[in-house]
């Protein structure tokens, strides 16, 4: 009787949250109200301020492209909950309008429609408003203030507290954390009234054998997410299956909840704390179904968990994808798509690597496996380790066995499908890979021999030798010939050493207007001025970034043009190049080289975050970059403005610090410099130096630091403050860690990092 009063109560408050009745509904929203991707801070949002809905920037798109969403408005992370183009980004400068006809739609810079609000194929019109509502659902309303569209109804990937699905309804996995694309898995509450997760294939989205399904088979089934945390099945008035097998246990004003289908196929269930507190600002997994994706996906088509050649492995409860020796990521971005083998795949020709039995060698994995790829068995009591070898070797189709440690050995062909690795899978994966670089071996192998030169040798002595006094001729010629061409390669060197050394190209103010088409496409406002993209129409194939400064400060001797020389003399892998430089009247431009993966701030502040070995190389990279500024640059420079903002991401994800010699530069005699016009950001610049009568590379030293332990935490500093109501900065947060002795909750949720806590 209890358990029926509950599910009632439940299904009553759930009727009252949907937007039904028109009291309870703030029409915020009125016709011809618009919103635009170039103001990222103006948005629509609930009464309580807890959600919104506008345009949030993608992720290492350097502010190129956006996404229509709802989000969490009062965390740091502002997590998205539904986007309306996910598989059609809108470029800089789209809009969104409520229009007089009462439609939502979405527009592009040119007016073209890129999304509208649509029911079943059809475009909703006649609202008379809209209102993004505290349950994080946005609706349009009639003149009878009822819903006649709702987000609710057209999920994406997540389900919040409040909402229903009816059957038939879907959730699509993203493409990758970061990217909102559809992916390669499905949730979906089918008409039968089950609840099934599916591996899709893409584009046809044909279903492969379902993964995990709840097993309910009923006419009139519906998927309640409700407000006290529970996720359930209901059958009627009956509640016939349950999905949530944990509760917080709080109140709901303590915890925001979602639950999504994430990338790699898990559905999971989240929790985050309402009030921002400094211990915990990232969501926590209260469950996931299934437990363990790496086993629990066993159909006979489709990749597995991960892509093909890889295989699956569960690390602090989380699925990660790895490659074999000898294979590599296919996309560094995104390792669900796949391994590729790094030596060229088996010809079966007769000049193939794998015909030279001595070539090949086998790489172990322990309980690994490739369950689905099978295409012959040798199974007998003369069949031992060496022997599963030697039938791969003297096999061209074989690319990896699996020996169960007894008398069963199984041949697998490429590509090497729905790999996993777990203490539960028997026997041991022997992969096969050439032991040398069998590329530079055909290609030695395609040169001629020295049988073949010996005959041209032959040949041309036999004619030489008709006669002395030619001979003669032909090597006086020969020599002068050779003479000649050494003297031209010694002018062509001086030729290009004199270019290297020479000053950096000066532009004209209407070269540059013309190449960043009079100023429109601006990636960035930064301390010394604003950065535009441009190309030139002598070299049409290289973008610029070009920057016009606000003010540059004049110190004595020294002159925009010397300062701007130098600078670009200055040449490091880790640093940003400057091409030219625009001196005319007032306008002072500087010409950088463009990088195409914007700063380091939205690879390490955006919705996913860089593996750990990435931001390790990040790291040192920036810190080769600073050395070589303070300590091996002929001129020493002081950067004065060290922060993730300043760092640039070049194509291969190499850092890049940008803004070098802007603030002071250095000559080779002088160790300090004074104060006057120093430029910094609060939070990278130390205290201490504000009240000094002068700098050194120590501000620098100082900034890295800072930085450094957000490349760690994946956490911004300035975010932090915010989130903990300026209480506690960052640094003071890391540093509590320290003195506690619990570092590990500076990388919570990052498995790959507490692996590397020394």
Known sequence: MASSTLLVLNSLLLLLLLPTASAAINCGVQKHSSLSSLDTNSFWASPSGEFAFGFRE???????LFLLSIWFNKIPDETIVWSANGNNPAPKGSSVNLTETGELVLFDPQGAELWNATTNGVAVAAATCAAMLDVGNFVLLNGDSDPIWQSFKLPTDTILPGQIFDTPTNLSSRESPASYADGRFLLSLQGDGNLVLYPLSRPSLHKFAAYWSSGTVGGNSTLIFDEAGYIYIKEGTQKIYNLTRKNLGGSKEDFYQLARIGHDGVFRQYYHPRKAGCDNLTWEVLQSIPEDICLAITGDLGSGACGYNSYCAVTNSEPNCFCPEGYSFLDQSNKYKGCKPDFPLPS??????????????????????????????????????????????????????????KESCWKKKHPLSNGRKDASVAGKALIKVPKVNVTHML????????????????????????????????????????????RQKQLNLSS??????????SYTYKELEEATGGFKQKLGKGAFG??????????PGRFLAVKKLDKVVQEGEKEFKTEVNAIGQTHHRNLVRLFGYCDEGENRLLVYEYM???????????????????????ALGIARGLMYLHEECSNQIIHCDIKPQNILMDEYLVPRISDFGLAKLLLVDQTRVTRTGVRGTIGYFAPEWFRRGSITVKVDVYGFGVMLIEIICCKSSVAFAVGCNQEEALIDWAYHCYTQRKMEKMVENDEEARNDLK
Not at 597 to 618: M, Y
């Open 596 to 618: 195409s993966n914007g700063s380091l701030a939205s690879l390490l502040f955006g919705i996913s975050r860089p593996d750990w070995n990435q931001r390790v190389q990040i």
């Open 530 to 539: 604003t950065v535009y993209k441009g190309v030139l129409k002598s070299d």
């Open 443 to 486: 290609l030695n192998e395609n040169c001629p021999s020295k049988k073949d030169q010996s005959t041209v040798i032959l040949i041309i002595s036999v004619l030489l030798g008709s006669s002395a006094f030619i001979n003669l001729l032909l090597i006086l010629a020969i020599s002068l010939a050779i003479f000649f061409l050494y």
């Open 496 to 505: 290009v050493s004199s270019m290297t050394s020479s000053s950096v190209r």
């Open 348 to 405: 079966c020709q007769a000049n193939g690597w794998e015909a030279r039995h001595e070539l090949i060698e086998f790489k172990e994995l322990l309980n690994t496996n490739w369950p689905l790829t099978d295409y012959d068995l040798q199974v007998g009591s003369g069949v031992d380790e060496e022997t599963c070898k030697q039938l791969c070797r003297e096999d061209c189709f074989c690319a990896t066995i699996i020996f169960d440690g």
């Open 58 to 64: 993608l992720p290492g798109k350097n502010g190129s």
